[in-house]
């Protein structure tokens, strides 16, 4: 079990696991030794913990940025699909509609 709780430390990042490993590898070695059979809920709060942690660490100015692109892409999708629509003239609800239809058959073949 110990081996299977340092494979999963390592999920965590290099700085948090180097503050504060020892400490979580002493908590369930405590654990473990007591005959205490929940260390399985340790496993899923431990991965769980790993994941957090990285969601944690994404900075907000990496977060803004990414918005930015998406934003401009999806910018750029829909100036692409608009040229793409048949039938320019017709009503805005007709051109979604075959907006739609080709995202669609897009989403169906990808």
């Not at 003239?89 to 239809?101: I, N």
Request: hydrophobic share 55%; with cysteine; proline share 2%.
């Amino acid at each position: 079990m110990v081996r299977v709780f340092d494979l999963l430390l390592m999920l965590y990042p290099v700085e948090y696991r180097s503050e504060f490993g020892d400490e979580m590898r002493a908590v369930f070695m405590a654990l473990a030794s007591s005959g205490n059979r929940s260390y399985w809920s340790e496993f899923a709060a431990l991965m769980r913990g790993a994941v957090s942690e990285h969601c944690h660490r994404v900075s907000l100015r990496a977060t803004a940025s990414m918005a930015g692109g998406v934003v401009f892409a999806f910018g750029l999708h829909v100036v692409m699909y608009w040229s793409l629509v048949p039938g320019k003239g017709k009503s805005l609800g007709r051109a979604l509609e075959h907006l739609a239809a080709r995202v669609f058959m897009i989403a169906i073949l990808a």
